[in-house]
């Protein structure tokens, strides 16, 4: 979710500033609150897309700003990893209760935060094109293909892919990971009657490289497995 805007609520600033640098190195907007309700008070101007918010923090405890966050229509969509030093049991079941998305305990590694991060903004990609189109989704990083309406998308544009294109882009994005051979992509998307031989499968791989690498940060989406044949990157 390229420039997603992520609200950082904790009142330990080398926690802040963690977190906060770790995010930007990835593209994302950080806006940052020390207190729960200055935390309240920027979610209304600044409308995240995500918060990751501490519970012991001062003015209004991390709980109670989630608990009415997911109370009020406007803003309970916006996932809520919360954060806890202590660790305890009591402390994830009740944040979990009130409403919270997900939940890191303290001391985390950046890579553990970037991953939960990532995560729960790629749901709320998949549930807000969801939302827009009216039908199921796949969504692969920037990669969104709507299979009942023959269309893909890489983050805002459209792309104009042919059937067989396309047909390649669904079967092995419906299996990442998964290497096809040549022959077999031939039999799936073109059938075994088809008399044409396997350069045909190369050709329109290199076309179909073309248009879903554009100026993205994830241009490799379907890799060569040299000898083999073909596969779509896993995540």
């Not at 806006?31 to 012991?56: S, T």
């Not at 039908?135 to 309406?149: A, D, G, S, T, W």
């Not at 092995?172 to 396997?198: C, H, I, Q």
Request: glycine share 6%; with cysteine; net charge negative.
């Amino acid at each position: 979710m390229p420039n997603a805007k992520i609200l950082v609520v904790d009142d330990e600033a080398y926690i802040v500033e963690l977190v906060k640098f770790n995010l930007e190195k990835e593209g994302y907007e950080v806006v940052v609150a020390h207190d729960g309700l200055k935390a309240l008070d920027m979610v209304r101007e600044e409308l995240p897309d995500l918060i990751i918010l501490d519970i012991m923090i001062p003015r209004m405890d991390g709980l109670e700003v989630c608990r009415l966050l997911k109370q009020d229509q406007a803003y309970k969509a916006i996932p809520i990893i919360m954060l806890t030093a202590k660790g305890e049991e009591f402390d994830t079941i009740l944040g979990l209760e009130m409403g919270a998305d997900d939940y890191i305990k303290k001391p985390f590694s950046p890579r553990e935060m970037l991953a939960r991060v990532n995560a729960r903004l790629r749901a709320l990609r998949i549930l807000r094109a969801e939302k827009a189109v009216g039908q199921k989704i796949c969504v692969f990083k920037e990669l969104i293909v709507v299979p009942e309406k023959y269309e893909v998308f890489l983050g805002e544009k459209k792309l104009e892919l042919t059937p067989k294109e396309f047909e390649l882009l669904t079967l092995m994005l419906s299996n990442p990971g998964k290497v096809y051979t040549r022959e077999a992509l031939l039999a799936k998307v073109w059938g075994y009657e088809f008399s044409g031989d396997t350069r045909t499968v190369d050709v329109h791989i290199r076309h179909l490289r073309q248009k879903l690498s554009d100026d993205f940060s994830y241009p490799d989406y379907i890799e060569t497995v040299r000898g083999v044949g073909y596969r779509f990157a896993e995540e």
